[in-house]
């Protein structure tokens, strides 16, 4: 079993050392080929399990109040005229949606 | 080589369009966050906070399923929800909830003006993220980010067109009737500078004969390479749409003609210098990580819930051109603008039903139409507002548009008295009977034109000389007495033929 952490690493914004490299990878296969056993059970023609909703049943669009300022930013460590304030150069321009 | 005639150009367009509900997509939070005190529109389900549940709003997705139906889209009926992961600070859970696999909507189209019927892959529900903003320290030069979490879970629709665009134009004419549509049907204001409605093309040039559109995909012949496609992101209006197509392909055709391969890459539009600007290339696929999301059930949706939502569909735009064409008469263009807004053609097909109980219905249709297309849109323009806002009553538009036509007045007068009824709010019955009075008391066109004749010897004399200008001020004086209630053209006809008397 292969597994790229390096690669996970870099989409999950984490930096590791090379011997965190080496410490982390056979830890993480051995994750992986103990999830593998289930591969082995025939699920062809069997969906998934999932709890269903009728459309109708859903929340119906009533807003209500939200948190204040104050405590949306409590968790905050910097912040700035009412924003979170991040550090670092952030990869790329534009925004995803 | 002339481009157009070595490339084709293939263009797919992403729209993200904010849906107008009361509340968020996944939370009770409120979206009128515009313009608002930042982190107020915020609680732990769009905070991304530990342990905090998604809850679906119905109404977001009754919203999507109307864009749906009005392009033609198949509906599923079961909706899934998948979330798809990066790490970004405007993304607070880590993951954006969305449709991967089996959206809302899909294989749907719009027909644009060209004819072509631009194909729809698919229209996903999201939620949108929050609004980052970047600076630098004075002091440190260190760069940072402030983030605004009131946008983020704001419903958000996704509409992925095929690349079945060929032209810069068809895509800018897409997304104007993708804004239409939305606008009529209440389901967005679709307002581009306030981000309500984001437009994002993909664009490649490929060589003609070298390829070919199957199944909804470019599939290279022979052993053609395709050429690498480029996204260009921070587009803030419809026109700048068509000018970054434009200057993508010819900026592609430039790099190709000097021998420079082209590269996948993302690029950002900039509109004061109207060029697009290198961002980052798209090397490796994204990696999203999509997995089903397991804190929402599989919403269903019956086919007596897709009746329900279709009940709010309204004649749109094209089926209005449609029949303003085949049953009025009216020219593709009039038809083009006049359903431009559903208030504007509000206003045209209230204004052929007061004109149709006195003319004909093609008359009256037609009638409205040049009115609206002529003075009308004139004056809207000079006070750089819509045709339909600008305080015109159509009762009193037919009225000034009945007495021209039973040539109580010049056009100029009856354009006259339609701009002080605006600017002044004159009483436009009133105006008619007034003139209608003048014209009375004056007798026939012959008889005043006789009478001036009588009056006005030496200028007479002078025409029977020979000094033809001289109808110049015989025509003055018949004007003078009518008040613009005749036509210039039919005074100096008559006078003409009195003279020659």
């Known amino acids: 079993m292969k597994i790229d952490v390096k690669h996970i690493a870099q989409l999950s914004r984490i930096s590791l050392t090379d011997d965190e490299l080496k410490k982390f990878t056979p830890q993480m296969e051995t994750i992986l080929e103990s999830v593998e056993v289930l591969k082995e059970i025939d699920t062809k023609n069997i969906e998934p399990m999932k709890g269903h909703v009728k459309l109708q049943d859903l929340r119906e669009d009533t807003p209500s109040e939200s948190l204040s300022q104050e405590e949306v930013l409590k968790n905050a460590k910097y912040k700035e005229n009412g924003c979170v304030k991040v550090f670092g150069k952030i990869f790329g321009e534009s925004q995803e949606s | 080589m002339e481009l157009n005639e070595k490339y084709d150009v293939i263009v797919g367009l992403e729209i993200h369009i904010q849906t107008n509900t009361k509340s968020k997509m996944f939370c009770s939070c409120p979206t009128d966050y515009f313009q608002k005190e930042p982190n107020t529109h915020v609680c732990p389900v769009c905070l991304g906070l530990p342990g905090a549940l998604p809850v679906p709003n119905k109404r977001a997705i009754e919203l999507c399923i109307l864009m749906g139906l009005a392009t033609k889209c198949s509906i599923a009926n079961e909706i899934f929800f998948d979330r798809k992961h990066y790490f970004y600070p405007d993304l607070p859970k880590g993951y954006q909830i969305s449709q991967y696999k089996k959206p809302i909507c899909s294989n749907g189209f719009v027909e644009v003006p060209s004819g072509l019927k631009v194909e729809i892959e698919r229209i996903h529900q999201e939620e949108d993220v929050a609004k980052s903003t970047h600076h630098t320290e004075s002091s440190t030069g260190k760069e940072y980010t402030l983030v605004d979490y009131n946008k983020s879970g704001v419903p958000l629709i996704e509409i992925v067109t095929k690349p079945s665009i060929r032209s810069a134009k068809d895509a800018k004419d897409f997304a104007t009737k993708i804004r239409q549509i939305a606008r009529y049907l209440n389901i967005s204001n679709a307002d581009m500078e306030k981000g309500q409605m ?289 036509n210039p053209n039919d005074v100096r006809n008559t006078l003409v033929e009195e003279l020659k008397k």
């Not at chain 2, 004909?360 to 009308?376: Q, V, Y």
């Not at chain 2, 009856?414 to 009483?427: C, P, Y």
């Open chain 2, 198 to 486: 984001r437009c994002e093309p993909n664009i490649s040039i490929q060589e003609k004969g070298k390829w070919e559109y199957k199944d909804g995909k470019i599939i290279p012949l022979g052993d053609y390479k395709l050429n690498p496609k480029a996204e260009v992101k921070n587009i803030g209006s419809i026109t700048a749409v068509e000018k970054a197509i434009e200057y993508e392909v010819k900026r592609m055709a430039d790099e190709l003609e000097e021998g420079k391969p082209l590269k996948q890459q993302t690029r950002g539009w900039n509109a004061s210098k109207n060029i697009t600007e290198f961002q980052r290339y798209k090397e490796t696929a994204d990696d999203y990580r999509y997995m089903p999301e397991p804190d929402i059930p599989v919403i269903e949706i019956s086919n007596e819930d897709i009746k329900n939502i279709s009940k709010e569909l309204v004649e749109l735009p094209n089926e209005k051109i449609k029949r303003y064409i085949s049953d009025w008469g009216i020219t593709e263009y009039s038809a083009e603008v006049i359903s431009s807004t559903k208030k504007s053609a509000d206003f045209f097909e209230n204004l052929q039903l007061i004109l149709s109980k006195k003319i004909g219905e093609k008359e009256a249709a037609k009638e409205a139409s040049n009115w609206i297309m002529g003075p009308l849109y004139a004056i809207a323009n000079k006070k750089g507002k819509d045709f339909s806002e600008i305080g015109v009553n159509s009762e009193d538009f037919a009225e000034l548009i009945i007495a021209f036509k039973d040539g109580m007045f010049t056009k100029n007068k009856a354009e006259e008295i339609l701009n002080e009824s605006i600017d002044k709010g004159i009483n436009v019955s009133e105006e008619i009977q007034k003139l209608k009075s003048v014209k009375d008391s004056n007798g026939s066109l012959t008889e005043v034109v006789k009478r001036v004749i009588e009056e006005n010897i030496q200028a007479v004399t002078d025409y029977k000389n020979g000094k033809e200008a001289s109808i110049g001020f015989l025509v003055g004086k018949v004007m003078q007495i009518t008040k613009g209630t005749s």
